[in-house]
């Protein structure tokens, strides 16, 4: 059983920034393609960002392009998430997901992912 949890969250200000970490267990991290998903209050949950099982592929959100960057480190079993130039509208609860056999096209729908973390709360003030 795949387990990840998320760190990093907390309160910034707007255009500040914050770096986001997710610890993946249970099994063989090069294995996954892993993904960052957000929820905001009364909101459905939306995807953020992508980074495919090498590290060499990634794909954003059209909303954080440019100011978010997603990384993924072999050694340390751990995908990160930096988040510069922080908008209020970044404020959710930002999920980190893991799949082992998604396609590529399918890399930002939510129900492809198998596996998520419980969460981290960003809140960014104006």
């Known amino acids: 059983q795949v387990q990840l949890v998320e760190s990093g969250g907390g309160l910034v200000q707007a255009g500040g920034s914050l770096r986001l970490s997710c610890v993946v267990s249970g099994r063989t991290f090069s294995s996954y393609t892993m993904g960052w998903f957000r929820q905001a209050p009364g909101k459905e949950r939306e995807f953020v960002t992508v980074?495919?099982?090498?590290?060499?592929?990634?794909y954003y959100a059209d909303s954080v392009k440019g100011r978010f960057t997603i990384s993924r480190d072999t050694a340390k079993n751990t995908v990160y998430l930096q988040m510069n130039s922080l908008k209020p509208e970044d404020t959710a609860v930002y999920y980190c997901?893991?799949?082992?056999?998604?396609?590529?096209?399918?890399?930002?729908?939510?129900?492809?992912?198998?596996?998520w973390g419980q969460g981290t709360q960003v809140t960014v003030s104006s």
């Open positions: 997901t893991a799949a082992s056999d998604i396609s590529t096209f399918m890399w930002s729908r939510s129900h492809a992912y198998p596996y």
């Open positions: 980074i495919s099982r090498s590290g060499g592929s990634t």
